[in-house]
T-cell receptor, first 117, second 111 residues
Framework: ETGVTQTPRHLVMGMTNKKSLKCEQHLGHNAMYWYKQSAKKPLELMFVYNFKEQTENNSVPSRFSPECPNSSHLFLHLHTLQPEDSALYLC????????????????FGPGTRLTVT | AQSVSQHNHHVILSEAASLELGCNYSYGGTVNLFWYVQYPGQHLQLLLKYFSGDPLVKGIKGFEAEFIKSKFSFNLRKPSVQWSDTAEYFCAVNGRRALTFGSGTRLQVQP
């Protein structure tokens, strides 16, 4: 049990579908992240939420829409995706001190394996 | 902007061999460095981290890493690998608000 859970673990969707990925952390952290892990590419940071506010959007297409209703939950809403969006989507959390700009180690969830057909 | 290079993409070792995985970074601020491991079918786990102090950092499962500031390196080492160490290893450096990861090194340990 990592303290960060993600659902669903696997998702297959068509290009016209709308779906959502869910992440929940039970570690008392105040920052949450979405990463994309594609084959043979480095982990790509997508979004960062710090104290429920989005502080970073790494030039992610608008077909990905994050939502962070509180510091324990993070969603990634998906619509009109493309086949190249197929990847493992990882959620992570950490504790960010307001006085420190450097994140401590992040704790990752197991990921959602997304396949876009 | 920060970046991380892992030059070894795929490493194959026999059990009991020694391991060293290279990691070089670039970052203009105070550097925090991490190694993560991802076992087959499992999630990313923090192996060890360096924030400050002793540049030789010991992590879980017998791994250690040495921060060499002059070389911008943070290489991962283990004196004697086991079959169960077969996994993908990622080096990461802190960014302004999140981590930047290297492309990973796949380690295959043969029994």
């Amino acid at each position: 049990e990592t303290g960060v859970t993600q659902t669903p673990r696997h998702l297959v969707m068509g290009m016209t579908n709308k779906k959502s990925l869910k992440c929940e952390q039970h570690l008392g952290h105040n920052a949450m992240y979405w990463y994309k892990q594609s084959a043979k590419k480095p982990l790509e940071l997508m979004f960062v939420y710090n104290f429920k506010e989005q502080t970073e959007n790494n030039s992610v297409p608008s077909r990905f829409s994050p939502e962070c209703p509180n510091s324990s939950h993070l969603f990634l809403h998906l619509h009109t995706l493309q086949p190249e969006d197929s990847a493992l989507y990882l959620c992570a959390s950490s504790f960010l001190s307001p006085s420190s700009g450097s994140p401590p180690g992040q704790y990752f969830g197991p990921g959602t394996r997304l396949t876009v057909t | 902007a920060q970046s991380v290079s892992q030059h070894n993409h795929h490493v194959i070792l026999s059990e009991a061999a020694s391991l060293e995985l290279g990691c070089n970074y670039s970052y203009g601020g105070t550097v925090n460095l991490f190694w993560y491991v991802q076992y087959p079918g499992q999630h990313l786990q923090l192996l060890l981290k360096y924030f400050s102090g002793d540049p030789l950092v010991k992590g879980i499962k017998g791994f250690e890493a040495e921060f060499i500031k002059s070389k911008f390196s943070f290489n991962l080492r283990k004196p004697s690998v086991q079959w169960s160490d077969t996994a993908e290893y990622f080096c990461a450096v802190n960014g302004r608000r999140a981590l930047t990861f290297g492309s990973g090194t796949r380690l295959q340990v043969q029994p």
